[in-house]
């Protein structure tokens, strides 16, 4: 069964209000984007784990000549992440879509 048009504009509502911000996902990369913030903000906590790990493994190595690969590493991520966002922030929104209009459903709630 299909949602009706009150359920469409109130999912649709709450998508909007629910949803990750490209904005805020943008700022967090830009000024943490090393540790790995924007990542644990947009719901991908196993990558932001390993970026924040190899930021500080390749500080505390960085005395010698490895921690430096580890740092190059990260740039590159950042780098990658700076177009990666709104496709990350348009997966959360659609994720979250699909988990409300389940939820919506009358089949769900009998």
Known sequence: MALSTQQ???????????SK????AYLLLIFLGGLGVHRFYLGRTGSGVAMLLLFVLGWLTAIFII????LLAVGIWWLVDLFLIPGMVASDSAALRSRLSTAM???ANA
């Open 8 to 18: 469409q504009i109130l999912l649709e509502q709450q998508v909007t209000n629910q």
């Open 21 to 24: 911000s490209v904005g805020v």
């Open 67 to 70: 921690g430096y690969l580890f």
């Open 105 to 107: 459903l009358p089949e």
